[in-house]
């Protein structure tokens, strides 16, 4: 009995091989059922995976088919028993093949539905699958998870992420991500104290980098001396730190004399490049003067001594430690060793002022530092620095920057004079105006204005005409005249039908009638001195002193100067003498030409040549050759040799080759080509 029912059970696991190959999947999968809990379970499992897995069927499910397959290679592998049903044989391979042919099916379906849960299910359900199949969900699933987590940016998510799966593929990407997010996280503000604050907090995140330029740029911007100070302390391995060191010096030295350059290195003792401070320091005692030889320009000591060789086409006087000087149409920086140390070559460049100046390169022009940092945007044209202000223009409008290179007024104008007395004309829509440099403005309605005077008026002209107006009370001569011209003291000239006549701008009224005969040719200075007045028409000629009263004893001079030292230079029979200011003659008229009295000497010409004369009518110094004065002390005979003449009347110097004069200084080329220095 006990052998027939084994037979039935093998004839029932049998039937259920033969019910499937026949594709009667319910017969099939009620006979094994029915096998499960026996010995033949490895079939039965092996059966059932085969309907679960085949989609033509009621029974359809992988999930199913992966836990049943697992079933069929674990209950085979405890009892070993091979065994054919038909074309099906069930094996340790055959089983291992099924798991993995599973695992596949559902793989391609994984990949089709991106499902995060199903991936985990498979990893759950699939563990016996072939380990390239498990290895490509792994990564399917971390990849959808690190997606999802890419999703939502933020860092925490991202952390959680880097805990859970330690080894994953996304693991280095996800560190990656994490530091990048939590620097944005920090730093969003892009304000000092959270750039410091990620820092301190993530001290190895790669963005540090990014934090510390930043930082610096933040400082750079706002010219903090205390946080470049802050930041070349704090952060000496930063690639900024030098930039640092640059910048802090260029902040904190604006003179750039020893004093103040000692001061800094007291206050700094770190500073990287104390070797060059301590030179500039030595440099700075050294008084260098421009030389010209063979059309070339060089510099030399104060004793004549050749310190840089003539070698450039133009070189300006040493400001701040440098000069500006240009060779082959290029122009850059040198020390007074002759030293370009910037290793920068520009279009164009104003000197150093103030620590700073403004260079063109690429078209551009920029302002740079001591140290040849950029330390502005980029503008089309940038005037030199006069009256401690700078013009600038940007996208063809103008406007006005200070001594440092801080903007005061906006790019509004259509163009923009140079400010005189803290004032500067404007034009806008094609009209003129004054703008001043802390005030307000004179709106644009004249078809021209003057400079401003110290006292704050300006000529304008309006429909041809020309007149008076003051910043505070308006106009104060009429828009009426065919010119107004500025003279001593707030005296204008006032021209109309070819006659002038004089208006005191302080007192708003006319000095004198427009009556007498205006040369268009002569100076302002020949008309006024700002205190006397000279009176001329067709027959006679005289002065006028401020209060209107006519000094009717000068009528009979043929041309009246006003005076100088004491004495004026007057005209009589076509002869030059000179009177006291009480009229009297005080040298006589002998004189073909002569000149005004300045510092108590006068060079005069007469028929046997010309003269330095004193205010007592001594000659000093003649000669038949033509006298220069070049300097308060000294005067230069031109003849066939040059002469250079002392006040009191000696001879010099008699081979000079040329002179030069710079700031307080003759530099005189002599015949043998040496050097001499003589202070002016």
């Keep these: ?26 017969k099939a999968k009620k006979i094994f059922y029915n096998h499960l809990k026996n010995k033949n379970k490895s079939f039965a499992c092996f059966g059932l995976t085969h309907i679960y897995k085949k989609n033509n069927n009621p029974f359809y499910s992988l999930d199913s088919a992966s836990k049943y397959a697992a079933l069929a290679f674990n209950y085979f592998n405890e009892n070993k028993i091979s065994k054919s049903f038909g074309i099906f044989t069930i094996d340790s391979l055959s089983c ?52 999802s987590v890419g999703q939502s940016n933020l860092s925490h998510i991202t952390h959680s992420f880097i805990v859970q799966h330690p080894q994953s593929y996304f693991h280095n990407q996800a560190m990656q991500l994490f530091e990048y997010q939590v620097y944005n996280e920090f730093t969003k503000k892009n304000e000092e ?31 903090s001396i205390n946080g470049l100070k802050s930041f070349v302390n704090n952060f000496p391995n930063a690639a900024q730190n030098l930039d640092a060191w640059r910048l802090l010096y260029a902040l904190s030295v604006t003179s750039y004399n020893n004093e103040e350059l000692e001061r800094f290195i007291k206050l700094y003792p770190n500073f990287p490049f104390k070797t060059s401070i301590n030179q500039e320091i030595e440099l700075n005692k050294i008084i260098l003067l421009p030389y010209q030889s063979n059309d070339l320009l060089g510099f030399i000591d104060t004793t004549g001594n050749i310190k840089i060789n003539a070698s450039y086409d133009t070189a300006s006087p040493f400001s701040e430690g440098f000069s500006l000087v240009s060779r082959n149409d290029s122009v850059f920086f040198i020390t007074k060793i002759g030293e370009n140390i910037f290793k920068e070559y520009y279009s164009d460049a104003g000197s150093f002022k103030n620590g700073i100046a403004p260079v063109k390169q690429f078209n551009k022009w920029f302002f740079i530092n001591r140290q040849a940092q950029k330390i502005s945007e980029d503008y089309d044209d940038i005037s030199e620095l006069r009256s401690n202000c700078y013009i600038v ?48 403005l004179i709106d644009a309605k004249y078809d021209w204005v003057s400079d401003v005077s110290a006292n704050e008026f300006f000529i304008a002209k309006l429909n041809g005409k020309f007149g008076l107006v ?113 009229h009297n003659t005080v040298i006589p008229f002998k004189y073909i030409e002569a000149g005004d009295f300045n510092d108590s000497l006068a060079i005069v010409k007469s028929k046997t040549g010309y003269a330095i004369i004193s205010l007592k009518g001594k000659e000093i110094y003649s000669t038949e050759h033509l006298i220069e004065k070049i300097s308060k002390n000294y005067f230069l005979e031109k003849g066939d040799n040059l002469l250079l003449i002392n006040k ?9 080759e040329k002179i030069q004069t710079y700031d307080n200084y003759l530099i005189i080329t002599r015949k043998n080509a040496s050097i001499k220095i003589l202070k002016q």
């Design 96 to 147: 291992k093949l099924l798991v993995d042919s599973v695992a596949q099916l559902q793989y391609h379906l994984l990949l089709k539905n991106k499902s995060l849960t199903d991936a985990n299910n498979f990893l759950t359900n699939n563990y016996l699958a072939d380990s390239s199949i498990i290895t490509a969900v792994v990564y399917l699933r971390d990849q959808m998870e690190y997606e």
């Design 648 to 656: 009191t009347g000696n001879i010099i110097l008699n081979d000079i």
């Design 193 to 223: 104290a959270d750039y410091l604050a990620f820092i301190q907090t993530y001290p190895n995140n790669k963005h540090c980098v990014n934090a510390l330029e930043n930082l610096f740029n933040i400082y750079k911007k706002k010219s």
């Design 393 to 440: 223009m940007q996208h063809n409008k103008y406007g006005v920057f200070d001594a440092y290179g801080k903007k005061s007024i906006d790019f509004i104008y259509d163009k923009i004079g140079e400010f005189k007395n803290d004032f500067s004309y404007y034009i806008k829509d094609n009209k003129y105006g004054i703008v001043g440099k802390n005030t307000g």
């Design 1 to 26: 009995m006990l052998f027939a029912v084994k037979i039935q059970y093998a004839k029932n696991i049998n039937s259920g091989f033969e019910a499937l190959g026949q594709f009667d999947f319910f």
């Design 470 to 582: 003051s910043l505070h009370f308006g106009i104060i001569c009429p828009i009426i005249f065919d010119a107004v011209l500025r003279a001593e003291n707030d005296i204008y000239i006032v021209v109309n039908n070819g006659n002038y006549g004089f208006f005191d701008a302080k007192f708003k009224c006319f000095v004198s009638e427009i009556v007498y005969t205006y040369e268009k040719e002569k100076p302002t200075n020949y008309y006024t001195d700002g205190k006397l007045f000279k009176l001329v028409n067709e027959t006679t000629l005289t002065l006028m002193n401020e209060n209107g009263k006519e000094l009717s004893e000068l009528k009979h001079f043929a041309d009246i100067n006003f005076p100088s030292n004491g004495l004026m230079r007057v005209k009589k029979k076509n002869k030059f003498g000179y009177i006291d200011l009480k």
